[in-house]
Structures are given as structure tokens and as C-alpha cells.
């Protein structure tokens, strides 16, 4: 008999799905097998561009349609057997780029253009640049983006927090990563505006589904879950705003913390012999 009523599954990466180490938390792979075996949809919501995302829907044998990637900027769809770039927000990056040079004038900056390149400024070992070029600061504005990173080393979070009130930047989406740099993305995109893109073209029942991540970048997803009717699970070692944002909190992600939440998920309800 077929499954109705599936739930669509959003899981944020790193220190979600991934451990610092890059190693799976524990009981992740089991949990997402369990959950596709019964008809669920589970996909990936990351900060991570395409390229540092791809390995990891491999890894975990996952098999939705669609991808977020770049903190919503970027939804990536399975057509056969190959991803395409299905939906890509762009921005004007110059005035950014203008506004932050001007207070880090040594920051690392890279910029991730429509066709997924990625520019920039100067290597750091925490970017995936495989097909990237580096380039002069100035070009980074030469044509619009999809996101703006940029790294500081000798800055920590509190640094690029006071860096964006100062800053005003209110006119972009932004997102201060685990690793203490920022990602800026287009206006009004974030990860949960990109679900709900996925979810109307899926034609998925509003309050059926759960999102999990432990970063500030989740807390749009975590609203538009919850607006829906939906689960937005925090990992346990979130910041206090990000459990605030979310209506449930799980286990630490050394501690499988993903694995629990994900196996508080039933199967999908069963269609009748007589319907």
C-alpha cells in the first residue's frame, strides 16, 4: 500500500548532521534510512555551497528533488541522474563589499556568483575553492552574487556581531557561522524561504514538516517551520537564541542529539485496502 502524508525533512550540516571532526554525529545514517524507508522527504538546508554539500547527500544515500544550499540562496534539483541549479537568488554585492572592506580592510572575502564559481580574495583551508580563482578585491563586485563570505582571522564572533550593528546591515541576510565568519545572502532568503519553495513545488500538506540545525543561519528555517505548524528542533549545543527560535531542543550533536529527533518521526500514515 502506498504512504500518504509524508513529512519533508530539512537538516542543516555542520554540527547537525557532522560533528567538528567532519564525522557523522551518531546514529544520523540509521535514522535517515529509517525515515526515507517510510516515505519521508529528507533533504539537506546548509550554509555549505553545492560543492561542499554534494559529498554529504551521497554519503547518506539521500534522495529528495531538491537541495538548499548557500544558506538559501541556492536550491539545487535532481532531473535523472544529474543536479541542476533549479532556483538562485542574486544580489548587487558592491555596497557590501564597499561597507565591510572599509572596516576589515585584511579580511578574506569570497563571493559565490550565479553559476556557483566562487571568487576570492585569499585561500583559506575551511572554503571548498575547488574551480574557484582568486581574484583583486575589486572584481568580487563585477557582477551580481548569490553570497558574500567573509573571514577574519584574529576576530571572533563577538567581533563580527558589533561589526554588523555598526555596519547597518540590515538591507541583506546574514549568518555568523560556528567557525566565526559571516554569510551574507540576498535580501529576505534564508533557508526556510527556500523550503517553502520546495514544499509548494512538492504540493506537501503545510504542517508536515521538521527542520533541524544549531546555527543563527537556522532560525528563518526554524520560523517557517513553526509557522506552518511544523518541528524546529535546535541541537544541544546551539547558542541560547537559536533554542529560543526553535520549539524543541534535542541532545548535543556528539551525543547523536540529530538521531533522537529524527526517530520521534512516525511513518507516514498508510492508505487504507478500501480507499
Known amino acids: 500500500m502506498p504512504a500518504t502524508a509524508p513529512w519533508l525533512v530539512g537538516l542543516d550540516v555542520d554540527g547537525t548532521i557532522l560533528q567538528q571532526d567532519e564525522t557523522m554525529s551518531p546514529g544520523v545514517p ?38 538548499v544550499c548557500s544558506n538559501g540562496a541556492v536550491t539545487m534539483r535532481r532531473v535523472g541522474g544529474e543536479w541542476l541549479r533549479w532556483n538562485i537568488e542574486t544580489f548587487d554585492p558592491s555596497p557590501v563589499l564597499a561597507l565591510l572592506h572599509d572596516r576589515l580592510p585584511d579580511a578574506r572575502y569570497m563571493v559565490e556568483l550565479a553559476s ?48 554588523v550593528a555598526d555596519a547597518g546591515l540590515n538591507e ?42 544549531d546555527g543563527r543561519n537556522d532560525i528563518g528555517m526554524f520560523g517557517w517551520a513553526r509557522a ?9 549545543q546551539a547558542p541560547a537564541e537559536v533554542k529560543a527560535a526553535a520549539g524543541e531542543v534535542t541532545d548535543d550533536v556528539v551525543d547523536g542529539g540529530l538521531a533522537r529527533a529524527l526517530n520521534t518521526l512516525p511513518a507516514p500514515a498508510q492508505v487504507s485496502a478500501g480507499e
Open 116 to 163: 556557483g564559481q566562487r571568487l576570492y580574495t585569499k585561500h583559506l583551508d575551511d572554503w571548498t575553492l575547488d574551480g574557484g580563482r582568486q581574484v583583486a578585491f575589486d572584481e568580487l563586485a563585477d557582477e551580481p552574487v548569490s553570497r558574500i563570505v567573509v573571514a577574519s582571522p584574529g576576530h571572533d564572533e563577538a567581533d563580527f556581531h558589533r561589526l
Open 228 to 236: 506552518l505548524g511544523g518541528r524546529a528542533v535546535a541541537m544541544g
Open 172 to 213: 541583506v541576510s546574514y549568518a555568523i557561522g560556528w567557525t566565526a565568519w559571516l554569510d551574507i545572502a540576498p535580501n529576505g532568503v534564508d533557508k526556510g524561504t527556500a523550503l517553502e519553495l520546495v514544499r509548494s513545488q512538492l504540493g506537501l500538506d503545510d504542517g508536515r514538516v521538521l527542520v533541524a540545525g
Open 30 to 67: 540509521e535514522a535517515v534510512a529509517r525515515l526515507q524507508a517510510a516515505g519521508h522527504i529528507v533533504t539537506i538546508a546548509t550554509g555549505r555551497s553545492w560543492m561542499a554539500t554534494q559529498r554529504w547527500v551521497e554519503e547518506l544515500d539521500l534522495t529528495p528533488e531538491f537541495v
